[in-house]
């Protein structure tokens, strides 16, 4: 309980909020790695229909994000960049920040900079809507459909 403690007294609302999705996260990968381990059952296997594919014959915003995962996960780094371009990015910044928060809030080494992780969550979405377009003017214009 001290741990949540100074997490809570030394990380501002807006960090304090996000880390604590992170280490969910964190959690849910770990369980997905186990449940792999230990049963073989690999959730990035299944493919689940996506709405907005099957009602607009459109890509989504995050179509190529599980295909690009799973390249990633493989060691693919060029298809992983191909099918979802935010995916490294993302990763990254997720990797700096829950480094960063860990250390301040624990060890006090570094800055607290509260929000200052949104500004690059923000750069995210601007990936993400860029690549969307990119892959719509591709599929529209081109006949070229990225996520058969």
């Known amino acids: 309980m001290k741990e949540f403690r100074t997490i809570k007294n030394r990380l501002g609302n807006t960090d304090r909020v996000l880390y604590e999705l992170g ?3 964190l959690g849910i990968g770990i369980a997905a790695v186990l449940l792999y381990f230990c049963t073989g059952i690999n959730i990035l ?3 689940y229909p996506c709405v907005f594919n ?7 915003p995050g ?5 690009s995962l799973r ?3 493989r060691g693919d ?3 992983s960049l191909y099918d979802y371009p935010p995916l490294l990015f993302g ?7 829950m480094i960063r928060c860990t250390l301040y809030a624990f060890f006090g080494i570094g800055k607290s900079r509260d929000g200052a992780v949104v500004k690059y ?3 995210f979405l601007g990936l993400m809507i860029a690549q969307w377009i990119v892959k719509l003017v591709a599929q529209i214009a081109f006949g070229y459909y990225w996520f058969m």
Do not use: D, E, M
């Open 45 to 47: 296997a299944f493919k």
């Open 54 to 60: 099957k009602v607009t014959h459109l890509c989504c």
């Open 121 to 123: 969550l923000y750069v």
């Open 71 to 73: 390249a990633l996960l």
């Open 91 to 97: 990763i990254l910044v997720y990797v700096v920040f």
């Open 23 to 25: 280490i969910v996260a």
């Open 77 to 79: 780094f060029l298809t």
């Open 63 to 67: 179509c190529g994000g599980t295909r």
